[in-house]
């Protein structure tokens, strides 16, 4: 992405206002705490809709049906379980270890705005993506079953998951086929979520946390992307651009943080020049973690002065004046109606995670007494609010298309979702198998969904604001668990504000 720097404001206007001007709408929101937890409460049940495996009693989302129940079996390994990622029917372990990681940081951060219904929905979401992990960190020794099911061959078909019969093949790395990307971000992810689990269930959280250190050593010993070893099963589908240096400070930084062993805090310090954290990063996404770090080790600085994290201090100062427009290094690039744009497809998981850091960066410089310097300018935690909020705000339908991006909330959403099991109609009013080739007349009709996906949300908009609500544009109309992660923290934050 191109630099879109503003010239001759460095000075001359104060940056919230700045900010003001540069959106050209008001701040003001139409939404209350009310909205916002109802946003909250759909935005969990999403992950309903994405499950895999045999559902429990109390499932919500009841147009979705058992699937998938033989996955490993072929291979003498239980599998069942854990998410599809988006629209189709594969399990991607890349996607699905980082949207576990931070929806456990949206709860580790800002759980304690959720009502006790929020909170049990919140764990039970997270809890189906550990057990899962759980399992394909431990099935085999030194080995870590990273995917199930075959991606060319699923996407040559339109079919429920409950239907599904394309090869159910799975995929691992090992200490001959290394995957340390795949494996850090695990690690990190039942890291996160022992912290989540800590008071609610020590036990669970103790085995999270181990086996998150087995799975981290796991990686660091056995260095190499999994792009690399398993090739075009995950590329270019979920392929790991970014290498897979990132994911190992990102996962140490986790392991440290869920245990304060200070053997990971060596790690840290020892390794964190090679692992990127001399490097300047400006968005955050399942691929690059270097941003989400910064952030991360930042309150170590902030709250123990740990003097080795000042580093990390001012790269996430960095992150936040690249987004600020009137700062001296601002180079974000904002559509006419204010939405943060990174990128052509599914923009908004880039949208959601920046608005996760926004509020916990602020979050620790108001804890203690910080603020964040762009060159001789300040900002404040109530500046990274703001801009959170912005984004939150036209997420939700505060927009020129007055759509709201999140399924089922507002008066008008998408209602064409690229999704197989919200496209095709549900096995309980549609009981007999709809074969391979005969789902795609549901993907080309120009009927809505029949079954709404509760709480997705989609890629979203284009540069100019421009939103096309059609099955084919996957760019656009297709939602992903990691857009969903990371606004759970910000939803639920907002929920709890006057």
Known sequence: MKANKMSGMRNLLPLTLAILMSFCFCSCSVFNSHNYSDALTKSILFFQGQRSGKLPSNQRLTWRGDSALADGSSYHVDLVGGYYDAGDNVKFGLPMAFTTTLLSWSVIEFGSYMNRNQMDHARAAIRWST????????????????????PSMDHRCWERPEDMDTPRNVYKVSAQNPGSDVAAETAAALAAASIVFKESDPSYSARLLQTSMKVFDFADQHRGSYSDSLNSVVCPFYCSYSGFQDELLWGASWIHTASENSSYLSYIQNNGHTLGADDDDYSFSWDDKRVGTKVLLSKGFLDKQVEEFQLYKAHSDNYICSLIPGSPTFQAQYTPGGLLYRGGESNLQYVT????????????????????????????????????????????????????????????????????????????????KINCNDGFQYLYSGSSNPNVLTGAILGGPDEHDNFYDDRNKYQQSEPATYINAPFVGALAFFSARR
Do not use: W
């Open 131 to 150: 057990d899962y992990l759980l399992k394909a960190a431990t099935a085999t020794p030194d080995t870590l079953y990273v995917q199930v099911g075959d």
């Open 353 to 432: 995670t920046a608005s996760l850091l926004l509020l916990t960066y602020a979050k620790y410089l108001k804890s203690y007494g910080g603020v964040a310097s762009c060159g001789s300018s300040t900002i404040t935690p109530k500046d990274l609010i703001a801009l959170s909020k912005k984004q939150v705000d036209y997420i939700l339908g505060q927009n020129p298309a007055k759509m709201s991006y999140m399924v089922g909330f507002g008066e008008k959403f998408p209602q064409h979702v690229h999704h197989r099991g919200s496209s095709l109609p549900s096995i309980h009013s549609h009981p007999d």
